[in-house]
């Protein structure tokens, strides 16, 4: 069984920069693929980014080129770097975790954090 735990969210201006971390325990993290998806008030959670266990990284075109993904194997985590943060940003941020391979369905996730905050004021 897989543990994620979501950390860095918080209440920022737009423009600036905020960094999530999904610290994983349980499993062997190295071997898992590393999801982030969002849900704001009122809508569907979606899908943000991730990162497969070679790596390789996929965004949804809303944030291309303002987040990037990245994992140290060694700390079990994952980062979520956004820059540019803009009010539509806003919303609760989830981890998730499968085997191997990127997905961008949240039903193709096994494992998931219980989300952290981030609100962009304007």
């Known amino acids: 069984q897989v543990q994620l735990v979501e950390s860095g969210g918080g209440l920022v201006q737009a423009g600036t920069s905020l960094r999530l971390s999904c610290a994983a325990s349980?499993?062997?993290?190295?071997?898992?693929?590393m999801g982030w998806f969002r849900q704001a008030p009122g809508k569907e959670r979606e899908f943000v980014a991730a990162?497969?266990?070679?790596?390789?990284?996929t965004y949804t075109d809303s944030v291309k080129g303002r987040f990037f993904l990245s994992r140290d194997n060694a700390k079990n985590t994952v980062y979520l770097q956004m820059n540019s943060l803009k009010s539509e940003d806003t919303a609760v941020y989830y981890c998730a975790a499968r085997r191997l391979t990127v997905a961008i369905r949240r039903n193709e996730y096994n494992y998931w954090g219980q989300g952290t905050q981030v609100t962009v004021s304007s």
């Open positions: 349980g499993g062997t993290f190295s071997s898992y693929a």
């Open positions: 990162i497969s266990a070679s790596s390789s990284t």
